[in-house]
């Protein structure tokens, strides 16, 4: 019964795998089609071994080139404290969008601390500042659950949203594959908390 067990398991977590890498490479051939008021930027961890995590870069780069090509009027940078380091993701991520050259206006949600969070957190200071499109930016393989939590959530309601890949490959062999596992269990785990 285990051996069935952990083959049936290893099975669901290979399809959500599947779903999730055609989903992100989809979003990541199909860029957004229309302008809109902010691009969300969702956190990550801030550094890796003493340098700027290459994820959360290829993230705020691909903000960044919406912003430079005239589809995004400011950014909106989503991320608390990096438990590892201290570091606010969101002021790191506004720091390596200034070193890339975007001079426009910076908004920051400086709390959250996981995906639905970014979004929760996010939604009022999109508000407040009149937001009504917002594109948001992630990874590809990050891409399926945000979208999912941010149907569940209601934050699809509330917004005009579309959604933008990193392109950019960030992580090495051995840590795409943690990634990788790490986000097909969080996609189980978010389903099991009825995010979805």
Not at 20 to 42: E, K
Not at 135 to 146: D, G
Not at 162 to 189: F, G, I, K
Request: with cysteine; hydrophobic share 45%.
């Amino acid at each position: 019964m285990g051996l069935v067990l952990a083959v049936l398991g290893l099975v669901a977590g290979m399809a959500i795998h599947i779903v999730v890498t055609r989903h992100g490479a989809h979003v990541l051939a199909n860029p957004p089609s229309r302008d809109a008021d902010a691009a969300l930027v969702l956190g990550n961890r801030a550094f890796i071994d003493g340098a700027p995590n290459p994820c959360l870069a290829s993230r705020v780069d691909a903000a960044v080139a919406l912003a430079q090509a005239g589809r995004v009027k400011r950014l909106v940078m989503s991320g608390g404290v990096d438990h590892e380091d201290g570091r606010i993701e969101a002021e790191a991520m506004e720091g390596l969008a200034r070193a890339a050259g975007y001079t426009g206006p910076v908004l920051r949600e400086s709390a959250s601390q996981s995906t639905r969070e970014n979004l929760r957190l996010s939604r009022p200071v999109l508000e407040a500042a009149g937001v009504r499109r917002v594109i948001v930016v992630t990874e590809p393989s990050h891409l399926w659950r945000t979208r999912q939590l941010a149907r569940g959530s209601g934050f699809e309601s509330a917004f005009d949203v579309q959604y933008a890949a990193a392109p950019a490959p960030c992580r090495r062999w051995d840590r795409a594959a943690r990634a990788s596992l790490r986000e097909v269990a969080a996609v189980v785990n978010n389903a099991l908390r009825g995010d979805y």
